[in-house]
């Protein structure tokens, strides 16, 4: 399985910030989106 690069960034943030949702954030264009939706992708 080969991961994206938006989800290898992911994935990185994800191990260095410890929280799904700040590292979707840093991989996703998440500027528009909703405290809540931004949870919901990130898990």
Do not use: G
Request: negative net charge.
């Amino acid at each position: 399985m080969t991961l994206t690069i938006k989800q290898e960034a992911f994935c990185t943030a994800y191990i260095e910030l410890d929280n799904a949702s700040e590292a979707y954030r840093h991989a996703y264009d998440a500027q528009n989106m909703q405290a809540a939706t931004v949870n919901r992708k990130a898990f």
